[in-house]
């Protein structure tokens, strides 16, 4: 079983920065895809970014290209997202995942393990 714990939410202004981090305990999950997913209020959970198991095929929604970046560190069982010129309408709860398939992917049905999220507030 794989936990994943979240961190680095937070408040902060419109074009503002902020650090997600996930740290996964339980087993490794170096071989695993891990992805960011978030959900605002009255909406649906939606994908952000992606990152297959080498570091490979990192993947973003076009509403973040461009400003979002994901990475991660297999020897310390980390992923993290960093996040630039934030808006308002990132506002959301910010959820990792991990895909026991190796290559990143969008579809949050495809992701076996979640975090319990952390919360992204984008003031204007």
């Known amino acids: 079983q794989v936990q994943l714990v979240e961190s680095g939410g937070g408040l902060v202004q419109a074009g503002g920065s902020l650090r997600l981090a996930c740290t996964a305990s339980?087993?490794?999950?170096?071989?695993?895809?891990m992805g960011w997913f978030r959900q605002a209020p009255g909406k649906e959970r939606e994908f952000v970014a992606g990152?297959?198991?080498?570091?490979?095929?990192?993947r973003f929604a076009d509403s973040v290209k461009g400003r979002f970046a994901i990475s991660r560190d297999n020897a310390k069982n980390s992923v993290t997202l960093q996040m630039n010129s934030l808006k308002p309408e990132d506002t959301a709860v910010y959820y990792c995942?991990?895909?026991?398939?190796?290559?990143?992917?969008?579809?949050?049905?495809?992701?076996?393990?979640w975090g319990q999220g952390t919360q992204v507030t984008v003031s204007s």
């Open positions: 990152i297959s198991w080498n570091g490979a095929n990192p």
């Open positions: 995942a991990a895909s026991r398939t190796s290559y990143s992917s969008t579809a949050a049905e495809n992701y076996n393990y």
């Open positions: 339980g087993r490794t999950v170096t071989s695993y895809a």
